[in-house]
C-alpha cells in the first residue's frame, strides 16, 4: 500500500519535498514518468489500464498525489478510477481548494481515497473517508492507507526521516532520500494496524518499502520545488525488490 511524505512549505529554500512510493500489483501495467503527449504540461505516470496516475506535476508547478484506502470489505469493483482525479487535476486550469471543493460532491461514488493537491503556494486536501476538504497549513505530513498523519509505524518512520532529511538540506540529499523510500523493515506486531485483511497481510504490507510474491513497491519518486522555481522530479522503478532499479530524472524551471 502506498505512502506519500510532504513537506509543504517547511523549509526556507524549498516550497515542497515530496518522496512517494506507489505500491500496486506487478502485472498491472503502467508506463513510467514523461511529459505526456497528449498533455504536454503534465509530467506523470501512468496506469495503463485505466489511464490514471498516481502521483504527477506540471510545467506551471502544480502537482497531484493520492494514495487509496485499506478497507478489503467495502471495495467495490466497478467504481471509476481513482487515478482520474490527479489526472483530472494535472489537466485542469483550477486551483487546488476550488478543484477538490468541486471533486467533493461526487467522491462516493469511488472507493477510498486520499488526494493532496498543490501548486507551490496552497495545499489542499480531500478524502471520501476522511471528513471534508480542506486547506492545509505549512508543515510535513505522512499518508499511507488510512486518514492523514494516522501514526502508523511506516508513516511515522517516513515523517521523522523527511524531517532529517530537511535539517541537512540544502542541497537536497536524494541518496538518503531514495534510502528512505527503501526501508524494509517491519514493526512490532503489536505496532501494526488492523484494516481487516489479518495479520499476515498486515506485516506484509508494514514497511514503507513493500515487497510480497504478487505486489510491492513498483517506484519511488522524489520531487522536490525549489522557492526560486526549480524542480526535479526522480523516479525510480523496480523489479520486486530495491536491490536494482532503472531512473528517470527530470529537471525544468516554473
Known sequence: MCILLVAHDAHPDFRLV???NRDEDY?????????W???PEVLAGRDLRDGGTWLGVTRSGS??????FREPVTRREFAPSRGGLVAGFLR???NPEDFVRSAAPGADAYNGFSIFCGDGDTLAFLSNRDGAPRLL????????????????P???????GLAALLEKAPPLDEVGAFALMADDSRPPDENLPD????????????????ATERYGTRCSTLVAVTREGSVLLIERAFQRSAVTWTERRFEFRL
Open 154 to 160: 511506516k508513516v511515522e518512520l517516513g515523517k521523522r
Open 27 to 35: 502485472d498491472r501495467p503502467a508506463a513510467p514518468a514523461e511529459f
Open 195 to 210: 484494516t481487516g485483511f489479518g495479520i499476515e497481510v498486515e506485516r506484509a504490507l508494514s514497511p514503507i518499502f513493500v
Open 63 to 68: 502537482w497531484a498525489a493520492l494514495t487509496n
Open 18 to 20: 515530496l518522496a512517494a
Open 137 to 152: 497549513p505549512s508543515g510535513i505530513y505522512g499518508l499511507s492507507n488510512g486518514p492523514l498523519d494516522t501514526p502508523w
Open 92 to 94: 485542469s486550469s483550477s
Open 37 to 39: 503527449q497528449d498533455a
